[in-house]
């Protein structure tokens, strides 16, 4: 390999990630292995091309290929989603999310989001993000006794707060989300109603979860998580619509969501895109297209449900009682240990987790009384229901004898035995 010779040390590190991604189990919820093509085309030539604009209204020359590789992920997109509009240019789901409320709010104007210790995200609203700091947030929450977003509270706190936009969507919840109720609740306070899909739009794509484009205005997601694809985000519309504020361009018609969307993305929060991560995306998307993709995405939700079932059956807490999608959230309190201390004793057996905040939590964001649990990555490696049992052992073992190296060491072993049946990159 080239970065071998030209230089050892970060061909070093490269390896040993390939090592720990190989040796261990992948059970972060937000993370997935891409296919090789998918990093190929990150790796390309692409890097070097600079085109801040959009395909044929670009501000460099130079841009005929590269106009055709963002217009392939385009289009593909929209074969994957039923959507009038997609803007693939996001570098991260983070961004994306960044750029739709630069686009359809003011300073000060209203968020209602799921509050980030029911499971919520950053950008939804949390004080200690930008969407925070710049809008007045306000949050709902999940029913104590079963887990589940509690849609009369968001009923009430709507018509209470009359916020401008309310957000639906999650990066800890393990249930489907009613898109219909949601906008009803929009429609009665007059708000938009956007949901953020960054971890189930795997699934969505293959009608596997409920529809959010019929009934929400705007819907971003990240590439990666269960979509497989690179690290990057998007921001997409079932149908495009003329923007409610009236605002014209420079010849004084009035706009689409579509031009107030671009613009956002691009002078308004972000320069050139990343031309090679949006050719990873394309790869990705044609990937989503094949009949394999619905495969995989079938096998996410039956390894997670006898994932949970496997924990439920050895007297662990799971959060709402089960799962319907990719992930499950256990709450360890009955077990004496906070999620910081599960993360890290998972870690010596070489099992990837998260600390995470379940609902109605005691403890700090920094030390949680829960860890949320993926199977998307370990999916892609092959593994199915019959594994989970192996994998859901192996972590009570660790948790229950913590404080004997000598266990945890063999049953590292064992692991690293066991994930030998399942090569992650045979060609590499």
Not at 325 to 344: I, P
Request: hydrophobic share 40%; aromatic share 8%.
């Amino acid at each position: 390999m080239i970065l071998k010779k030209s230089d050892a040390d970060v061909f070093n590190l490269v390896q040993l990630e390939l090592k720990r991604q190989q040796n261990g189990v992948e059970l972060i919820a937000s993370e997935n292995f891409t296919s090789i093509a998918v990093m190929e085309a990150v790796g390309s030539v692409l890097t070097n091309k600079y085109a801040e604009g959009y395909p044929n209204r670009r501000y460099y020359g130079g841009c005929e290929v590269v106009d055709q590789v963002e217009q392939l992920a385009i289009d593909r997109l929209k074969k994957i989603f039923p959507i009038a509009y997609a803007n693939v240019q996001p570098h991260s789901g983070s961004q994306a999310n960044a750029a739709l409320l630069f686009a359809i709010l003011k300073p000060g104007d209203a968020i209602l989001g799921m509050d980030l210790s029911m499971g919520g995200h950053l950008t939804h609203g949390s004080p200690v993000n930008f969407s925070g700091n710049t809008y007045r947030s306000h949050f709902y929450r999940v029913d104590s006794e079963t887990g589940l977003i509690d849609y009369n509270y968001v009923a009430e706190q709507a018509k209470k707060i009359k916020p401008q936009v309310i957000v639906c969507g999650a990066s800890a919840y393990s249930r489907d989300i009613d898109y219909i109720a949601f906008r009803n609740i929009a429609d009665s306070v007059g708000a938009f109603l956007w949901a953020d899909i960054a971890h189930p739009a795997g699934l969505i794509a293959k009608k596997l979860l409920n529809d959010p484009f019929a009934h929400c205005h705007f819907v971003t997601s990240t590439t990666h998580k269960t979509l497989r694809g690179p690290r990057g985000g998007i921001i997409m519309m079932g149908k495009d619509f003329e923007n409610p504020w009236g605002r014209k361009d420079t010849k004084g018609k009035v706009t689409m969501m579509s031009y107030i969307l671009d613009m956002a993305i691009f002078p308004g929060t972000q320069g050139g895109p990343l031309e090679h991560v949006i050719a990873g995306k394309a790869v990705a998307f044609g990937e989503i297209l094949t009949p394999a993709f619905e495969i995989y995405a079938k096998q996410i939700i039956k390894n997670a449900q006898a994932m949970a079932q496997s924990f439920i059956n050895m007297g662990y807490k799971v959060v709402s009682n089960g799962t319907d999608n990719h992930l499950l959230l256990l709450d360890l309190r009955s077990k004496q240990l906070t999620g910081k201390e599960a993360e890290a004793i998972l870690q010596k057996i070489d099992i990837t987790t998260n600390k995470n905040m379940v609902p109605y939590d005691t403890q700090s964001p920094f030390i949680t009384s829960g860890i949320r649990i993926g199977t998307p990555a370990i999916t892609t490696r092959g593994l199915q229901e019959k594994d989970m049992p192996f994998i859901t052992e192996k972590i009570d073992q660790a948790l229950s004898h913590h404080s004997d190296d000598k266990r945890l060491e063999d049953i590292k072993k064992s692991i690293h035995d066991f994930m030998r049946q399942f090569p992650l990159y045979p060609e590499l």
